[in-house]
């Protein structure tokens, strides 16, 4: 099966590491209505340039407009869109269904939270192309959503893993008024945190990492492998897409 690798650029130094180092295609935010504000991420101009050198090479990109959107804010998502599709991305990556609504070739953030084949075949009556699968699926459940949609099925494989369902967390915005569904999520998980007064992160998770499972994946009918890491260095960008490259099945 012939995957696409997914590769994460939180900034032009991170998009250029990705592409060189064999990415089929990027995702990045501008610099509203993304869920890593963090990062550097991308002014109109920089994503005009961005969406250039990637299509110049024959890299897609993808526009995260995944932080919910209040109503107050809804025009002005939609205009951060406009200008997306006129530096010419290939897709739209939504949590927020008001907005997915409005928007065409628009792709399922996996904190959409949507984990039956109900849910997936309610994603495509309207009219989404492709569903990001939450991180605790299991094998199973992946290949029961693989028979019950015709979507485009993508799946993290490496990188950070959130402590609650799918980014779906409060404890940021609880403890620090720092919302992750508002994309400013200060990792509050990743502090000591134990119930022996041990001092250790109980609540940090290891990294995943998917690479040894790649035929698995394919068996399931992934198509893209995506990484993880908008807040990341190019290093690292670099060495994880050259990694998954270097480890796909025979073609």
Not at 192 to 216: I, Y
Request: with cysteine; charged share 20%.
């Amino acid at each position: 099966m012939q995957f696409e690798i997914l590769a994460p650029a939180g900034s032009m130094e991170s998009l250029i590491a990705g592409v060189r180092c064999g990415a089929h295609a990027v995702y990045l935010g501008g610099q509203t209505f993304n869920a890593r504000r963090g990062a550097g991420n991308f002014s109109p101009q920089e994503l005009q340039a961005a969406v250039q050198y990637c299509h110049t090479r024959g890299v897609k990109v993808y526009m995260t407009l995944n932080t919910l959107v209040s109503d107050s804010e809804l025009p002005g998502a939609v205009a951060a869109a406009g200008n997306a599709l006129d530096a010419g991305v290939d897709a739209f990556i939504v949590q927020d269904l008001g907005l997915a609504a409005a928007l065409a070739a628009v792709y399922a953030s996996t904190q959409c939270s949507v984990t039956t084949p109900a849910g997936f075949q309610a994603l495509e009556k309207m009219g989404f192309r492709r569903a990001v699968i939450p991180r605790e699926m299991t094998a199973a459940e992946i290949e029961e959503i693989r028979r019950s949609t015709q979507m485009e099925l993508e799946l993290f494989v490496h990188g950070a893993l959130c402590m609650c369902v799918s980014g779906q967390c409060y404890l940021s915005s609880v403890l620090g008024a720092r919302s992750g569904n508002r994309g400013l999520c200060a990792q509050p998980c990743r502090l000591p945190f134990s119930a022996d007064a041990s001092g250790s992160c109980d609540l940090s998770l290891k990294d995943l990492s998917l690479v040894r499972h790649l035929e698995k994946i394919g068996d399931l009918g992934v198509l893209s492998l995506k990484i993880e890491g908008r807040m990341k260095r190019p290093e690292y960008v670099a060495g994880a897409g050259n990694g998954g490259e270097q480890a796909l099945p025979a073609r």
